[in-house]
């Protein structure tokens, strides 16, 4: 946890993400501080960060290499401004990468553009 008060986050702040993901005191500290690496890497910053941890609190309490992997298929999927998609929609941070392969591939079978896909991304929110 001190990593999230070292970050900025209010004690207050952190005990409602607590109340929302109550596994997140099992975390230790290198794995959060190892996820706010990979998002500073993508582009975020402090304040996406903040958002996306208020938001989706059950980031803080993936495995970092899964996310690792998503982080890759969206780059290799061609999705840019990482920051930004993720920042608006910070759920998609709660799926695999072979869960968004899947439903990129749902969404083409619908007709979908590669456009209208990635549209449905953004306006997507993933529980």
Do not use: W
């Not at 794995?31 to 582009?43: A, F, S």
């Amino acid at each position: 946890m001190d990593v999230l008060i070292r970050f900025g986050f209010s004690i207050e702040e952190i005990k409602n993400m607590m109340d929302a993901n109550g596994e997140i005191d099992t975390v230790s500290d290198k794995d959060i501080y190892d996820i706010i690496e990979i998002l500073e890497k993508v582009g975020c910053q402090n304040q996406h960060i903040k958002n996306i941890f208020l938001c989706n609190p059950f980031v803080i309490t993936r495995n970092v290499n899964d996310i690792h992997h998503l982080i890759s298929k969206l780059y290799e999927l061609g999705f840019t401004s990482l920051f930004s998609l993720l920042d608006f929609n910070p759920y998609l941070l709660n799926i695999s990468d072979v869960e968004l392969e899947k439903m990129i591939e749902d969404k083409k079978k619908e007709g979908l553009s590669k456009e209208e896909v990635f549209d449905s991304i953004y306006d997507t929110i993933l529980y």
